[in-house]
T-cell receptor, first 110, second 113 residues
Framework: TQLLEQSPQFLSIQEGENLTVYCNSS?????LQWYRQEPGEGPVLLVT?????EVKKLKRLTFQFGDARKDSSLHITAAQTGDTGLYLC??????????FGGGTRLMVKP | AAGVIQSPRHLIKEKRETATLKCYPI?????VYWYQQGPGQDPQFLIS???????DKGSIPDRFSAQQFSDYHSELNMSSLELGDSALYFC????????????FGEGSWLTVV
């Protein structure tokens, strides 16, 4: 079983719609990172959230870390076709080991 | 800004051969991580190094070994390659003690035939 569960696994929406991706765990993480990965390329860091309850905004993307530091969400407002990709959440535990969630594959259609 | 550099980007090897992947971390990053990502899977942590010493060990097979050198670059050595070793291998780096932020390289594609 995954230590980190992401949902949904797949999401197909129309341009202009809003969406939320969830990352849940029963474990506490010192921080949680969100990455976006294109096929055949390395994950690109979007944001790191550290403090429970923290909210960070990156243009149309809003990231939230749960109060108990066990879960996080990524909300995209007015999705664009350029947002298409694989979104990965990754929790950081002792020793700086990242544990990845299963990923959410987003397709934004024009 | 400089990123994590990996080489080679693509590598094709036959079963039972040996492969070596190289990683050059972001300047002033002293911690290096290796991850393996199979097709359609999450990156899986293999091993990490801090200040040239092994820091943590994940699901790295005994056939694999790695080290970090005095210039902080790292090499992942894979021997007796198996078909199942075909994957994208990522190196990542972070600055300790500010280790919250981990940056990944572009990855090295290994295909074992």
């Amino acid at each position: 079983t995954q230590l980190l569960e992401q949902s949904p696994q797949f999401l197909s929406i129309q341009e202009g719609e809003n969406l939320t991706v969830y990352c849940n765990s029963s474990s506490v993480f010192s921080s949680l990172q969100w990455y976006r990965q294109e096929p055949g390329e390395g994950p690109v860091l979007l944001v790191t959230v550290v403090t429970g309850g923290e909210v960070k905004k990156l243009k149309r993307l809003t990231f939230q870390f749960g109060d108990a530091r066990k879960d996080s969400s990524l909300h995209i407002t007015a999705a664009q076709t350029g947002d298409t990709g694989l979104y990965l959440c990754a929790g950081l535990r002792a020793g700086n080991m990242l544990t990845f969630g299963g990923g959410t594959r987003l397709m934004v259609k024009p | 800004a400089a990123g994590v550099i990996q080489s080679p980007r693509h590598l094709i090897k036959e079963k039972r051969e040996t492969a070596t992947l190289k990683c050059y971390p972001i300047p002033r990053h002293d911690t290096v991580y290796w991850y393996q990502q199979g097709p359609g899977q999450d990156p899986q942590f293999l091993i990490s190094f801090y200040e040239k010493m092994q820091s943590d060990k994940g699901s790295i097979p005994d056939r694999f070994s790695a080290q970090q050198f005095s210039d902080y670059h790292s090499e992942l050595n894979m021997s007796s390659l198996e078909l199942g070793d075909s994957a994208l291998y990522f190196c990542a780096s972070s600055p300790r003690p500010a280790g919250n932020t981990i940056y990944f390289g572009e990855g090295s594609w290994l295909t074992v035939v």
